[in-house]
């Protein structure tokens, strides 16, 4: 094989195997349920939450900055409860153990050509938002009114996998998502017969944000890997043949 040819190889294995840079992305969304699975235990997850808008692609990958009605699906679940309550009043913050899962899946276009971003939490808390009055409704004893954010840092190893090419996140990241009544107004969560709880969330928001840099996976670099391989052993081979005398035709 020619010399060109195996460093032509090698340098396009070397492009491939080049982590994108560093993106700091944002996945807007709206509606949904959050749901506590009990009122002093359990989990805090979001479901049905449509996505609305993605931005902050750089790259090979702007084109997936887009903003729409419906774009996808976020979701996510926390892991159980380690202090506080999974209705926190003003002025307190509930936090949760490592665990749980946080998930956006874009189907913008059928899905044709879209992402998954999957990623679990190293720790998160779910608190009143500053300046709000989380109360316990006058006469009740299973309803609440109020505001709440919900902060979580999601591990190194979330995962962005773009038509079957999965890249890695090899720092954390954090997302925050607020819940809120329509317009702004305060949320009304409501403790039901079972115990669970649930946030009729209307109007609530999610931010990808900490900076982080995606890598391909082994099998990306191990390609990288066969290119180098290959010019040494070309390189060897001439210098076999140079000191035998030996002579060959290149294909």
């Known amino acids: 094989m020619k010399l060109w040819k195996v460093l032509l190889f090698a340098l396009f294995a070397m492009c491939v195997s080049l982590p ?3 993106q700091n992305i944002t996945f807007s969304n709206t ?3 959050f749901n506590g699975t009990g009122l002093s235990s359990g989990d805090l997850g979001l479901s049905s939450s449509a996505l609305t808008g993605v931005s902050g692609f750089m790259g090979d990958l702007f084109g997936y900055n887009t903003t729409g009605s419906d774009l996808g699906t976020l979701s996510f679940t926390s892991g159980p409860l380690m202090s506080g309550t999974m209705v926190p009043l003003a002025g307190q913050t509930s936090t949760f153990g ?86 702004g107004a305060l949320e009304t969560v409501t ?61």
């Open 191 to 251: 403790e039901n017969k079972n115990g669970s709880i649930s946030f009729a969330d209307a109007g609530g928001t999610t931010r990808f944000g900490g900076q982080f840099q995606i890598s391909p996976e082994p099998g990306t670099l191990a390609l990288f890997g066969t290119g180098l391989v290959a010019v040494g052993m070309l390189r060897n081979g001439k210098r076999f043949r140079r000191l035998t005398g030996s002579t060959s035709v290149d294909s």
């Open 98 to 183: 490592p665990g749980g899962t946080f998930k956006v899946v874009d189907t913008y276009n059928g899905g044709y050509g879209g992402f998954t971003f999957k990623g679990v939490f190293s720790a998160s808390e779910w608190a009143c938002e500053i300046g709000i009055n989380c109360h316990q409704v006058s006469g009740t004893t299973n309803e609440w009114k109020g505001e709440w954010v919900f902060q979580g840092t999601l591990a190194a190893g979330t995962t962005l996998t773009i038509d079957g090419q999965k890249f890695t996140a090899s720092t954390p990241g954090t997302i925050q998502i607020t819940a809120s009544g329509p317009g």
């Open 31 to 33: 509606d949904g349920m």
């Open 20 to 22: 994108l840079p560093a």
